[in-house]
């Protein structure tokens, strides 16, 4: 199973960008897709996620600007962020607990990350 993330960039305080993630490979469920982020020096945290069949999960910090959502045809988890701060500076990453084909026990996965910038 691989993930592929995209959609980071450099945006200026107040602004907006939506990153994607697709998971691919022998996939037989999806039990959960999110998003964590890694500032510079400091430790990787959550930033939002969709536990399959229940309501979505955010970070305080970013309650109210984010919206996490799933596409599960395409096996794809968005992140749609406004409003964004310099403080959300950081490699965003997303993750999946997958059971492959063939599997009866769930895998964890992450994306190869992509930086979000949020500079003037």
């Known amino acids: 199973v691989q993930l592929q993330a995209s959609g980071g960039g450099l945006v200026q305080p107040g602004g907006s960008l939506r990153l994607s993630c697709a998971a691919s490979?022998?996939?037989?469920?999806?039990?959960?897709m999110g998003w964590h982020r890694q500032a510079p020096g400091k430790q990787r945290e959550l930033v939002a996620g969709?536990?399959?069949?229940?309501?979505?999960n955010y970070a305080d910090s970013v309650k109210g600007r984010f919206t996490v959502s799933r596409d599960n045809a395409k096996n794809t988890v968005y992140l749609q962020m406004n409003s964004l701060k310099p403080e959300d500076t950081a490699v965003y990453y997303c993750?999946?607990?997958?059971?492959?084909?063939?599997?009866?026990?769930?895998?964890?996965?992450w994306g190869q990350g992509t930086l979000v910038t949020v500079s003037s």
């Open positions: 969709v536990p399959d069949g229940r309501s979505p």
């Open positions: 490979g022998s996939i037989f469920s999806i039990h959960y």
């Open positions: 993750i999946a607990s997958v059971t492959s084909r063939g599997s009866s026990t769930s895998n964890t996965y």
